[in-house]
T-cell receptor, first 111, second 122 residues
């Protein structure tokens, strides 16, 4: 079973803007919305972005999402130390009668 | 605000059945607006969707796990459960439960439990 492709790591300094990519195919990102999650091990993952670019209430506007074709991106502006975490993209995949796919995760380090 | 809490034995012997429960508080599991899902994370790895259940009892499972999974719901106790049969060490993971808003056009997890580690001994 394939996963959505994310870079394993990303980094930035406080105040910088960082982008995390998520690459899929026509059966998942290419035809279904993307969501993004922030996860610190040992805690509950947190929804950051849904329906490609919508933020739940309470999520900082420093987080933004976009999608083009079969790829999506999460941007974090004004990077802060508390943003250091793992980030995952997800999308429904229409193959195999349908299932949810996650990206492999990106570990963000704030230098 | 809804909260989800996983519970279950931390250690299961290989070939046995793993049983976990997710207790929902701050909201009704009988809501027509949500699915209730399980997601797992293998040690050092990414997230893997396991399956979901609707309050009516309708289920949908990850095709790669379908033959071994049963997800059930207990509306009177406001919890739902996962049973994974014939486990191997490859099923060792942190298991999260999560809530999914029921839309026809999107599928995402808006609330999560912190997860429970289930270790399979060989």
């Amino acid at each position: 079973q394939s996963v959505l492709t994310q870079p394993p790591s990303a980094s930035g300094t406080p105040g910088q803007r960082v982008t995390i990519s998520c690459s899929g195919s026509g059966s998942n990102i290419g035809s279904n919305p993307v969501s993004w999650y922030q996860h610190l091990p040992g805690t509950a993952p947190k929804l950051l972005i849904y329906t490609n670019n919508r933020r739940p209430s309470g999520v900082s506007d420093r987080f933004s999402g976009s999608k083009s074709g079969a790829s999506a991106s999460l941007a974090i502006s004004g990077l802060q130390s508390e943003d250091e975490a793992d980030y995952y993209c997800a999308a429904w995949d229409d193959s195999l009668n349908g299932h949810v796919l996650f990206g492999g995760g990106t570990k963000l380090t704030v230098l | 605000q809804v909260q989800l809490q996983e519970s279950g034995p931390g250690l299961v012997e290989s070939s046995q059945t793993l049983s976990l429960t997710c207790t929902v508080s701050g909201g009704s599991i009988k809501s027509a607006d949500y699915y209730w899902s399980w997601v797992r994370q293998h040690p050092g790895k990414g997230l893997e969707w396991v399956g979901y259940i609707y309050y009516s009892g309708n289920t949908y499972y990850n095709p790669s796990l379908k033959s071994r999974i049963t997800i059930s719901i207990n509306t009177s106790r406001n919890h739902f459960s996962l049973k994974l049969s014939s486990v191997t060490v490859a099923d060792t993971a942190v298991y999260h439960c999560a809530r999914v808003p029921r839309f026809s056009y999107d599928y995402y997890f808006d609330s999560w439990g912190q997860g429970t580690l289930a270790t399979v001994s060989s």
